[in-house]
Nanobody, 127 residues
Framework: QVQLVESGGGSVQAGRSLRLSCATS????????MAWFRQAPEKEREGVAA????????FYSDSVKGRFTISQDGAETALYLLMTNLKPEDTGMYYC????????????????????WGRGTRVIVSS
């Protein structure tokens, strides 16, 4: 059974950094695609970063490219999202997601490609 638990959210000023963690169980990193999504108040959930099984390739939305980095730990216990140069528009609930197999390149940031989700961690960025 897949379990995902996010942590690391908080309130920061614009320009600062945060690192989110997603503790995982039941996930074999060489066999799962994983991703980070976020949802701002009154907006739809959007994908911000994804990674293929085994860390073969990472993907980013245009809004975070160059500022966010997705990574996995070698012990296959956690997925991370390092967020730098944070902006107020990065505010929202951040969710970790996992799906067995290879999610197609054109679909890695789509919510309906992932069946396993955490409950989220909140990030607030003030100007």
């Amino acid at each position: 059974q897949v379990q995902l638990v996010e942590s690391g959210g908080g309130s920061v000023q614009a320009g600062r950094s945060l690192r989110l963690s997603c503790a995982t169980s039941g996930v074999t990193y060489s066999r799962f695609s994983m991703a980070w999504f976020r949802q701002a108040p009154e907006k739809e959930r959007e994908g911000v970063a994804a990674i293929w099984p085994g860390g073969r390739r990472a993907f980013y939305s245009d809004s975070v490219k160059g500022r966010f980095t997705i990574s996995q730990d070698g012990a296959e216990t956690a997925l991370y999202l390092l967020m730098t140069n944070l902006k107020p528009e990065d505010t929202g609930m951040y969710y970790c997601a996992a799906e067995p197999g290879w999610v197609e390149e054109g679909s890695v940031l789509r919510t309906n490609e992932y069946r396993n989700w955490g409950r989220g961690t909140r990030v607030i960025v003030s100007s």
